[in-house]
């Protein structure tokens, strides 16, 4: 397949310029390690590497160095389905996994693979069913991907002896297999919960965002159009976030792809993280409720403050490393725009843009008022019929997986050892911190 070709041709390379760079450079400071950063949630500190996606402050983030209207729209444009524009997320992964764009034979290729890995076995049905059937949909998930490890390719041949070189090879299968399979799990999921437990078989003619669009019983073009966007947008937010670095942590340790993207999902599932999708559509129709319809701006303002009073943070505003409207908000928008300008909830999230970062700003905490990418995503969801909120950070996390199995194939190509940064206790804090220097960063 020419993806695994072309990993097999660059991955020796990239192993060869990353043993050349640790042995030159691993003594160069990125930056200063402070008190502040060890109790700070190590914020901005330059300790991780991830090739896949970088994001600036000022920009948000870029794939491979290519920004987002770069991929949807302009000179690096990904393969799209006939009839569709936005991005086929198969081609987003060959650009995570080799930085390189591929070609539309390069993507079908791709598409082709995860269809005929699809099949969804059994005992994954009948772990979820297993689960009473309240549990939460991120749990259910974590639990269904985790039940998978038993068919670890890497698991078996890391019994069997395998060569360091070769673990990325295994990752590589394990993850294919996990992401042509993952859909048809959180489709799963949703049927059961949702819909009476009605199973919808995946279509191989699709693409794997229609097949998921499909699977959860949905046919509108315009929905597959968005399942598309949605799962690229989604995908990777470099190196640090929960998502991304715990799934990094886990595999580390050697433990398989299952293993590493269960944890990264469990992660997910914070409200300060992938949960923050549902709880902003909350905070939405909280808003349509009380006001029965859409708001006016002072009546948006006067519901802003009453949630900031009572202790609580606005769901979809700030972030930790941007400091601008985040750039998958503004692709959500667009998509808005096109396909549903008129919708009613659309109107309020189009309203807490106008408002919520004044609002931010007065009360003078946040240090990013604008909107980050959960902002926008469940009234798009919503308006297609997706309406169980408790279900969004689901489709979060299949998108992530594209990241975290892309990031966990390269750590492994690149011979990456175990994590293992070091604590340092309160007690050592209070003896030594007045006669460390200070920083200057
Ligand atoms: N509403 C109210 N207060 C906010 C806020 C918001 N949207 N965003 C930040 N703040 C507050 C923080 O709670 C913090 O308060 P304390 O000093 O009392 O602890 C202060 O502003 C400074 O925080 P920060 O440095 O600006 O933000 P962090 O890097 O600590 O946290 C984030 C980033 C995203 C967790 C935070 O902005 C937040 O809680 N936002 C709302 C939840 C959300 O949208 N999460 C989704 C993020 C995207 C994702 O990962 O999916």
């Known amino acids: 397949m020419k993806l695994k070709e072309k990993l097999a041709e660059l991955i020796p390379q990239w192993r060869a310029e990353v043993a050349q760079i640790r042995k030159t450079y691993g003594n160069r400071k990125t930056m200063d390690c402070t008190i ?19 994001v600036f402050p000022n920009e948000g983030v870029k794939f491979r160095g290519y920004t987002i209207p770069e991929l949807r729209k302009g000179d690096a444009k990904l393969p799209s389905a006939p009839g569709g524009e936005e991005p086929l997320p198969e081609g987003l992964w060959y650009l995570l996994l080799t930085g390189e764009l591929p070609t539309e034979e390069a993507v079908k290729e791709l598409t082709a693979e995860f269809a005929k890995r ?9 772990v979820i069913r297993a689960m009473p059937v309240d549990t939460h949909p991120m749990t259910q998930f974590s639990a269904a991907i985790l039940a998978m490890q038993k068919e670890s390719i890497f698991a078996k041949r890391y019994q069997e002896g395998m060569r360091r070189e070769e673990y990325w090879e295994a990752m590589f299968e394990d993850s294919l297999n996990l992401l042509a399979r993952i859909t048809g799990i959180a489709a799963y999921i949703y049927r059961r919960k949702y819909k009476d437990d009605t199973f919808i078989a ?53 433990s398989d792809i299952y293993y590493s993207v269960s944890a990264g999902l ?35 303002e006067e519901f802003c403050w009453e949630t900031l009073n009572s202790g609580q943070v606005i769901p979809g ?5 941007l400091r601008v409207t985040d750039p998958r908000y503004t692709a959500q928008r667009e998509f808005a725009l096109k396909y549903m300008a008129d919708d009613e909830l659309f109107k309020i999230v189009s309203l807490a843009y106008e408002v919520v970062p004044q609002v931010l700003m007065k009360h003078g905490k946040a240090k990013n008022p604008w909107p980050n990418v959960d902002a926008h995503s469940g009234v798009l969801l919503y308006h297609f019929g997706i309406k169980e909120f408790d279900f969004y950070t689901v489709f979060f996390g299949v998108s992530r997986a594209l990241g975290m199995t892309a990031q966990a194939i390269l750590a492994r190509g690149y011979l990456l050892p175990i994590e293992r940064p070091k604590s340092i206790t309160t ?6 911190a007045e006669s460390l220097p200070v920083s200057e960063g």
């Open 36 to 54: 502040g950063h060890a109790y700070g949630g190590m914020r901005g500190l330059k300790a991780l590497i991830c090739d896949t996606s970088e």
């Open 317 to 321: 505003y700030g972030h930790a490393v």
């Open 427 to 432: 007690r050592w804090v209070k003896e030594v």
């Open 202 to 254: 995946p279509d191989p003619n699709l693409d794997w965002g229609a097949n998921f669009a499909h699977m959860l019983g949905n046919d509108d073009p315009a929905f597959y159009e968005l399942m598309r966007l949605y799962l690229f947008l989604h995908s990777d937010h470099e190196g640090g976030n929960v998502s991304a670095h715990t799934n990094f942590l886990v595999s580390s340790a050697l």
């Open 118 to 126: 699809a099949t969804v076995p059994q005992y994954v049905i009948d």
């Open 266 to 300: 469990d992660g997910l599932a914070g409200p300060l993280h992938g949960l923050a999708n549902q709880e902003c559509l909350r905070w939405i129709m909280m808003l349509y409720e009380k006001f029965g319809g859409v708001p006016t701006k002072e009546q948006l």
